[in-house]
């Protein structure tokens, strides 16, 4: 994967200079005030204040591509420099949930604004309703998904768990076997209340990912997309801070992965998104 980000990158920087390009176009065609960029490079501008939202400052790799962390990290500096500001979805001190990929080196525009989620502040009306032994949310390039779901199914075949399983394939169908309800995709409220309805989350460790267990509150396993090196580097930050087990999708065993997840504590639920607010009040403050 890492090779293949490299073979990539003539394309990916001609998008950043398009997109930058469209920006100023937008701006004058449409009067313009700000722009708060959700970790696209290429939306900032001298014309009007913009905002960086990401949570990787540093950027991980694995094998001999270590190496070139460091020139990632100017890299990805570089770019973010030319924001007014830098918000990085997570919190300031031990309870941070990125850890190095936005702690470890410090920005002059950078700030704090709390962990984001699509599940923040949305009630659920089966908080006490457990429903299913196991969760499975499907997500991430073809063809690990396809991989891991065809592992998933099979262990949950060969178990006695009720499952509940996620596909992350918007175009696909409800589906229905012994023990296993199937849907290809769910809109956020849906999958709130499936999330309170299951005992144990099995997903990737994507950071919003990690922000939305957060906010539900949910014991959850980690197996990260082989060769995605920010979950890699999440799952093994989560599984230390004692928040979620996590396994290797070339080694999962769910029968052994359920029953270690039970020791894990998850994570502690912060509703609250007064910095954003602040941020947001500040931000409009200034155009």
């Not at 204040?49 to 962390?69: D, M, R, Y």
């Not at 950078?110 to 599940?119: K, T």
């Not at 949305?122 to 396809?146: A, C, F, N, W």
Request: aromatic share 8%; net charge positive; hydrophobic share 35%.
């Amino acid at each position: 994967m890492a090779l293949q980000m490299i073979l990539s990158t003539p394309k990916i920087l001609r998008g950043i200079r398009s997109e930058h390009n469209a920006l100023d176009r937008f701006i004058d065609h449409y009067r313009i005030d700000g722009v708060i960029s959700d970790n696209r490079y290429g939306l900032w501008s001298k014309k009007v204040k913009s905002v960086f939202v990401t949570h990787q400052i540093s950027i991980k790799a694995n094998g001999l591509f270590k190496l070139l962390e460091p020139i990632l990290f100017i890299i990805n500096r570089n770019y973010i420099r030319k924001y007014d500001e830098c918000w990085v979805p997570d919190y300031e001190g031990d309870k941070n949930l990125s850890e190095d990929l936005a702690h470890k080196k410090v920005l002059p525009n950078l700030h704090y604004i709390g962990s984001l989620s699509r599940f923040k502040k949305k009630k659920s009306t089966h908080e006490s309703s457990r429903r299913y032994d196991l969760m499975v949310i499907l997500s991430g390039p073809e063809p690990q998904r396809t991989i891991f779901e065809k592992i998933v199914l099979e262990q949950i075949k060969a178990s006695s768990f009720k499952a509940l399983v996620i596909q992350g394939l918007p175009e696909g169908k409800i589906q229905s076997q012994p023990g296993i309800m199937m849907f290809p995709h769910l809109e956020s409220d849906k999958m709130l209340e499936a999330m309170k309805s299951a005992d144990m989350i099995l997903c990737r460790p994507g950071y919003s990912s990690i922000m939305d267990l957060e906010a539900t509150g949910n014991k959850a396993i980690l197996v990260p997309t082989p060769g995605q090196t920010e979950q890699e580097y999440l799952a093994k930050t989560m599984m230390g801070k004692g928040a979620f087990y996590s396994e290797t999708q070339s080694d999962f065993d769910l029968s052994r992965s359920m029953e270690m997840a039970k020791e894990y504590a998850g994570l502690e639920s912060n509703n609250s998104n007064e910095r954003l607010k602040k941020k947001v009040a500040s931000f409009l403050g200034d155009l």
